[in-house]
């Protein structure tokens, strides 16, 4: 089976799972470098889907443990003294140093070759700044702590909407990387998010696996989600869901632990060589044969 299209979910530090699936994947003859032509991404997923479609996997996961290894920690308490002048959490420092590693001044044209759509959460028109922020955290986790939904929909109905970035409209690879940052912004651990001057949020917050951008894409779409759920996936007409095979232990927002980033990576390459042997054995469309793994 041919992918046209790829949708990356976010899930912070789990994304690794999808970029090790999709190393798997190909390194087993799919061949999702030459046939996906879509990519619809949010939060970390967005990175993820920059790293595989520039068939630079590896390179990102290599550049990823390099910093997280000089990082001792999530929280650096010693930055409460305010003569430090260095941020409590080091996140957003760290996640723009990764991408200006991976990204070269010429990508743009390489990026721009596939259809690259980034899903970010504008507030309510009621509501604005920090109160938007903790009632767009508050609802999101309450539905995945009482409904664990694939596709949430409780922040949709309180108001907030869906606002779509791509990279054709990005002139700089600086643009590009504002962008991914703009999609992934979870004040107060990522606090960085503009786009076109608005203040905006995560896209998780209104879908966290954004197959919506691709509904209108012609052909297969593959969708990589970033955690194992307990509840079947999502059986849908042209849409083959994937999760890990196993739960992944490393926390999404979890900056420090480089060999959680490799064991993460490595499920994903493993799920991605059985996949791809498995669906060129029984190509099937709608569901996934990795999604029915224990």
């Given at each position: 089976m041919a992918f046209r299209n790829?949708?990356?979910?976010?899930?912070?530090?789990?994304?690794?799972?999808?970029?090790?699936?999709?190393?798997?994947?190909?390194?087993s003859g799919l061949d999702?470098?030459?046939?996906?032509?879509?990519?619809?991404?949010?939060?970390?997923?967005?990175?993820?889907?920059?790293?595989?479609?520039?068939?630079?996997?590896?390179?990102?996961?290599?550049?990823?443990?390099?910093?997280?290894?000089?990082?001792?920690?999530?929280?650096?308490?010693?930055?409460?003294?305010?003569?430090?002048?260095?941020?409590?959490l080091p996140h957003a420092r760290m996640y723009r140093e990764a991408l200006e590693f991976l990204l070269r001044p010429d990508d743009l044209p390489s990026l721009n070759r596939i259809s690259i759509h980034f899903l970010m959460s504008g507030a309510p028109k009621w509501l604005s700044g920090p109160a938007s922020v903790a009632l767009g955290a508050?609802?999101?986790?309450?539905?995945?702590?009482?409904?664990?939904?694939?596709?949430?929909?409780?922040?949709?109905?309180?108001?907030?909407?869906?606002?779509v970035g791509t990279a054709a409209n990005c002139k700089?690879?600086?643009?590009?990387?504002?962008?991914?940052?703009?999609?992934?912004?979870v004040p107060p651990v990522l606090p960085e998010g503009r786009h076109k001057d608005e203040d905006v949020l995560d896209g998780g917050l209104v879908d966290n696996v954004p197959?919506?951008?691709?509904?209108?894409?012609?052909?297969e779409t593959l969708v990589l989600l970033s955690r194992r759920y307990e509840s079947d996936l999502p059986t849908r007409p042209r849409m083959t869901y994937v999760q890990p095979s196993k739960q992944i232990k490393i926390d999404k927002f979890d900056y420090a632990n480089p060999d959680g980033l490799q064991e993460t990576f490595d499920i994903g390459l493993t799920?991605?060589?059985?996949?791809?042997?498995?669906?060129?054995?029984?190509?099937?469309?709608?569901?996934?044969?990795?999604?029915?793994?224990?």
């Open positions: 790829a949708v990356f979910a976010g899930g912070g530090s789990r994304c690794f799972w999808q970029l090790g699936f999709w190393e798997g994947a190909i390194q999702l470098q030459s046939s996906v032509k879509f990519v619809g991404s949010t939060s970390a997923g967005c990175a993820i889907a920059t790293a595989a479609v520039l068939d630079r996997s590896n390179a990102a996961l290599k550049i990823f443990k390099v910093l997280t290894a000089k990082n001792p920690r999530n929280i650096h308490w010693q930055n409460l003294n305010p003569l430090q002048r260095a941020p409590l508050s609802i999101y986790g309450l539905e995945q702590a009482l409904n664990d939904p694939i596709h949430p929909k409780w922040a949709k109905l309180a108001g907030f909407r869906p606002i700089t690879v600086t643009e590009y990387v504002d962008l991914v940052l703009a999609a992934s912004r197959t919506l951008l691709a509904e209108d894409e012609p052909g799920d991605g060589i059985r996949f791809a042997e498995e669906n060129r054995a029984h190509p099937v469309t709608g569901t996934s044969l990795q999604s029915r793994q224990t």
